[in-house]
């Protein structure tokens, strides 16, 4: 599972794990320096107390060799020894500091922030990057210190930064890098179908994985029914969804505070995402819902498949 701020959250997983799964490997969004520390909210979301996943890699914006050593002085006490190093975050106030995607154009500095898998050989590294921050063969421009560096995988979301989130995915040059790159290469970028993962693995039979963003939350048991190698029926997508969406609501109904503005706010980011095919004035009637009793009626009418 990708990781998307605001989104794929402690609970999020846990509950998407709970009721859909067929998913590997849960990356968290990224953890960054603030001020003087890890923001709290962030640690939260990493401790694993909070956690019930099979497996959880968090992931660290760092732009330099010693803020990834402060972040993981922070973490790796947690008694995680699997961690994440993002160099594809996009947004322009990131990049710009050369961090995220903007350190891609900067192959020393990549090479710096890489210094830390030899500091600390008990801890398995894996890389997420695009394909550049402007032009799609910097990444090929960083090959040679990824290569040297050990790294468990390296997850290439197949667009550039420029790009943030639109226009086409760029196979061909992700294909130029991962015939460059020695660590087993996982592809990243508008997944939508179970059909779409079995063609990638055809596509590309030495890839080391798939990640899954967007098309996941689009479809969330695309996953489990890739790995069962068949379709659930609607009545049990329709099911798990509720069981779902269920989980999500009361955990934050009881632990958000700000009342129902927060819970709706809340609950309306994942409605960016979810079933976007499912009936569109119902999805309207989720996004306008001022009150709890409004969404949790267009909600139900949603995930009955009632209009
Ligand atoms: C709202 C949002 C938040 C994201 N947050 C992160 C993040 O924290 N770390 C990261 O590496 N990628 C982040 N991404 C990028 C996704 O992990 C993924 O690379 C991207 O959405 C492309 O994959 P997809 O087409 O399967 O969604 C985010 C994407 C979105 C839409």
Same mark, same amino acid.
């Given at each position: 599972?990708?990781?998307?701020?605001?989104?794929?959250?402690?609970?999020?997983? *846990?509950?998407?794990?709970?009721?859909?799964?067929?998913?590997?490997?849960?990356?968290?969004?990224?953890?960054?320096?603030?001020?003087?520390?890890?923001?709290?909210? /962030?640690?939260?979301?990493? =401790?694993?107390?909070?956690?019930?996943?099979?497996?959880?890699?968090?992931?660290?914006?760092?732009?330099?060799?010693?803020?990834?050593?402060?972040?993981?002085?922070?973490?790796?006490?947690? @008694?995680? &020894?699997?961690?994440?190093?993002?160099?594809?975050?996009?947004?322009?106030?990131?990049?710009?500091? !050369?961090?995220?995607?903007?350190?891609?154009?900067?192959?020393?500095?990549?090479?710096?922030?890489?210094?830390?898998?030899?500091?600390?050989?008990?801890? =398995?590294? =894996?890389?997420?990057?695009?394909?550049?921050?402007?032009?799609?063969?910097?990444?090929?421009?960083? #090959?040679?210190?990824?290569?040297?560096? *050990?790294?468990?995988?390296?997850?290439?979301? !197949? %667009?550039?930064?420029?790009?943030?989130?639109?226009?086409?995915?760029?196979?061909?040059?992700? &294909?130029?890098?991962?015939? @460059?790159?020695?660590?087993?290469?996982?592809?990243?970028?508008?997944?939508?179908?179970?059909?779409?993962?079995? %063609?990638?693995?055809?596509?590309?039979?030495?890839?080391? @994985?798939?990640?899954?963003?967007?098309?996941?939350?689009?479809?969330?048991?695309?996953?489990?029914?890739?790995?069962?190698?068949?379709?659930?029926?609607?009545?049990? %997508?329709?099911?798990?969804?509720?069981?779902?969406? !269920?989980?999500?609501? /009361?955990?934050?109904?009881?632990?958000?505070?700000? @009342?129902?503005?927060? #819970?709706?706010?809340?609950?309306?980011?994942?409605?960016?995402?979810? #079933?976007?095919?499912?009936? &569109?004035?119902?999805?309207?009637?989720?996004?306008?819902?001022?009150?709890?009793?409004?969404?949790?009626?267009?909600?139900?009418?949603?995930? =009955?498949?009632?209009?």
């Amino acid at each position: 599972m990708a990781p998307m701020q605001g989104i794929t959250e402690a609970p999020f997983r *846990n509950f998407f794990d709970r009721y859909f799964g067929g998913v590997e490997t849960y990356y968290t969004p990224f953890v960054r320096w603030e001020h003087d520390g890890i923001r709290r909210k /962030d640690l939260r979301d990493v =401790s694993p107390e909070n956690n019930h996943v099979p497996m959880l890699v968090p992931q660290i914006l760092a732009g330099s060799l010693n803020e990834a050593e402060q972040l993981l002085a922070q973490i790796l006490p947690l @008694g995680y &020894r699997r961690i994440d190093l993002n160099m594809g975050c996009a947004f322009p106030a990131v990049a710009k500091k !050369a961090k995220g995607c903007g350190i891609l154009p900067f192959p020393e500095k990549v090479g710096d922030v890489l210094r830390v898998v030899e500091r600390h050989p008990d801890v =398995s590294f =894996s890389v997420k990057m695009r394909l550049g921050y402007e032009e799609p063969d910097e990444c090929l421009a960083v #090959l040679p210190v990824l290569n040297v560096a *050990n790294l468990a995988c390296v997850t290439v979301h !197949a %667009r550039t930064g420029r790009q943030q989130y639109k226009g086409e995915c760029d196979r061909e040059s992700f &294909r130029r890098f991962a015939e @460059g790159c020695v660590h087993p290469v996982v592809y990243n970028g508008d997944v939508a179908t179970r059909e779409d993962c079995e %063609r990638l693995a055809e596509w590309m039979p030495g890839l080391g @994985g798939v990640m899954l963003g967007r098309g996941l939350l689009a479809s969330p048991w695309m996953a489990a029914e890739y790995r069962a190698g068949k379709a659930w029926g609607e009545a049990e %997508r329709q099911a798990r969804m509720r069981l779902f969406h !269920a989980g999500l609501f /009361d955990h934050y109904a009881q632990t958000l505070e700000g @009342g129902e503005k927060q #819970l709706l706010m809340k609950m309306k980011t994942f409605w960016e995402y979810l #079933l976007p095919d499912a009936d &569109r004035k119902l999805h309207k009637k989720i996004h306008k819902a001022q009150k709890t009793a409004d969404y949790t009626e267009a909600v139900f009418h949603l995930l =009955s498949g009632e209009k």
